[in-house]
């Protein structure tokens, strides 16, 4: 299980390609692989959005990244999870989330990746700030 949580800009497939060739013990194990990646949108709650801040608890929040990484490992059998997340400033199409899960069926995969994801969505300590063409508004509803 690996938690990144940085302001710096990532290209999810070269961060995943990087992680495999790197990741150790797993070879012949692995079944399923499943990957969530999320991007900002250039539209929110029917207004332009030129950009996001996206604003977090160093320290705490990697550690609910942890405890939710955990707790799908405790639900569902898989092998490995990696979770990357951004804040700080971020554009339309850029990409915020990064969510892979592997095990040996992709049953398991599915379910943890969506788990970890929904979690995430819910309980992680991240604030949004969105910049519309009306200027700044803080999102109320993390999902």
């Known amino acids: 299980m690996t938690v990144i949580v940085s302001e710096k800009a990532f290209l999810p497939w070269q961060v995943l390609a990087d992680y495999e060739r790197l990741r150790n013990g797993l070879q012949g194990q692995i079944g ?10 250039s539209l929110s709650q029917g207004r332009p959005v030129e ?8 320290g705490m929040t990697e550690k609910y990244l942890q405890l939710i990484c955990r707790e799908a490992g405790e639900k569902w059998q898989i092998l490995d999870s990696f979770v990357q997340h951004r804040y700080g ?3 339309p199409d850029e990409p915020i989330v990064l969510v892979a899960v592997w095990s040996e069926h992709r049953e398991s995969a599915f379910k943890a990746c969506r788990y970890i994801i929904d979690e995430l969505k819910s309980r992680a300590p991240f604030w949004k700030q969105e910049q519309t063409d009306e200027g700044l508004r803080w999102v109320e509803k993390n999902t």
């Open 32 to 41: 399923a692989a499943t990957v969530f990646v999320g991007t900002l949108r």
């Open 51 to 58: 950009a996001m801040t996206l604003e977090h608890y160093p």
């Open 89 to 91: 400033r971020i554009l």
